[in-house]
Nanobody
Framework: QVQLVESGGGLVQTGGSLRLSCAAS????????MAWFRQAPGKEREFVAG????????YYADSVKGRFTISRDNAKNTLYLQMNSLQPEDTAVYYC??????????????????WGQGTQVTVSS
């Protein structure tokens, strides 16, 4: 069983930055493909960014490419999402997700078994 706990959300002005963290339980974190998803009110949960368990391969949604950076620290069992140049349309609850040794599509929401509870990001205009 894997437990994921997100933190780092908050209220920020347009153009500002935030760094989200996702702390994972368990000793096998280094073998998990990890991802960030987000869900805005009235919308479906959408993919934001993903990173393979070996940490080299990353993938981003077009809407965040060049502004967001996903990274992981396997020694700390922690996933990060650095978000720069935030826009009001980035407002959402952000969730981290994990799946052990997953080689499929990063953005396949149904393939991730483990999810955090989410952290709210609000970008004011």
């Amino acid at each position: 069983q894997v437990q994921l706990v997100e933190s780092g959300g908050g209220l920020v002005q347009t153009g500002g930055s935030l760094r989200l963290s996702c702390a994972a339980s368990g000793r096998a974190f280094s073998s998990y493909t990890m991802a960030w998803f987000r869900q805005a009110p009235g919308k479906e949960r959408e993919f934001v960014a993903g990173i393979r368990w070996f940490g080299i391969s990353t993938y981003y949604a077009d809407s965040v490419k060049g502004r967001f950076t996903i990274s992981r620290d396997n020694a700390k069992n922690t996933l990060y999402l650095q978000m720069n140049s935030l826009q009001p349309e980035d407002t959402a609850v952000y969730y981290c997700a994990a799946e052990p040794r997953y080689y499929g599509s990063y953005d396949d929401r149904g393939s991730y078994r483990y999810w955090g509870q989410g952290t709210q990001v609000t970008v004011s205009s």
